[in-house]
């Protein structure tokens, strides 16, 4: 199956939002509701920032949120601080019977 | 607190096979599918198995099917894969992660001559 596109960087002033997308099709993205967010610093495993489209995890800040329409997946940061610079992925499941997941290309936010 | 262990990883020769585990604590091992996800080196994720939660159903990315093998010991709260007629294209940062998305640190796996 196709990666999910993702935008290959974004960049953002601290204390502004951004929102990085994530465009699947109708046979993963559009089709579950099992859109997951996930933020990887360099050197660092990849960790949980938001399940099922729209949960955050326990300990995750309120500054970051998920989306979805139709085939695309958002996740937006608010207040964007210099720790929040990183590498961002996207998942989705390509198939719930195979539980096969499918993930986008990352997108590498910049704080400036 | 979830924590998973992954070890095994190492440089190996071409043609050459591998065996990782993953030592899970912390959760219900058996309460989760559990997934192999690999990064090579300046890359980005690659799906490469999972595992139903009672080990019955198992499914491959095309890139390794019929060359890894995904296992698990519910009895032990651990993950394997078996990697054979391993390529260059298989060198990576290989994690275990649960179906929730809990992920280990990983285990680097080199590929090379």
């Not at chain 1, 929102?19 to 109708?26: E, F, K, L, P, V």
């Not at chain 2, 651990?78 to 998305?101: E, F, I, P």
Request: net charge neutral; charged share 15%; hydrophobic share 30%.
């Amino acid at each position: 199956q196709s990666a999910l596109t993702q935008p290959a960087s974004v960049s953002g002033s601290p204390g502004q939002s951004i929102t990085i997308s994530c465009t699947g099709t109708s046979s993963d993205v559009g089709g579950y509701n099992y859109v997951s967010w996930y933020q990887q610093h360099p050197g660092k495993a990849p960790k949980l920032m938001i399940y099922d489209v729209n949960n955050r995890p326990s300990g995750v800040s309120n500054r970051f949120s998920g989306s979805k329409s139709g085939n695309t997946a958002s996740l937006t940061i608010s207040g964007l601080q210099a720790e929040d610079e990183a590498d961002y992925y996207c998942s989705s499941y390509a198939s719930s019977s195979t539980l096969e997941w499918v993930f986008g290309g990352g997108t590498k936010l910049t704080v400036l | 607190q979830v924590q998973l262990v992954e070890s095994g990883g190492g440089v190996v020769q071409p043609g050459r096979s591998l065996r990782l585990s993953c030592a899970a604590s912390g959760l219900t091992f058996n309460d989760y599918a559990m997934y192999w996800v690999r990064q090579a080196p300046g890359k980005g994720l690659e799906w490469v198995a999972v595992n139903s939660n009672d080990g019955s159903n198992k499914y491959y990315a095309d890139a390794v099917k019929g060359r890894f093998t995904i296992s698990r010991d519910n009895s032990k709260n651990t993950l394997y894969l078996q990697m054979n007629s391993l390529r260059a294209g298989d060198t990576a940062m290989y994690y275990c992660v649960t179906s929730y998305g809990d992920w280990g640190q990983g285990t680097l796996v080199t590929v090379s001559s």
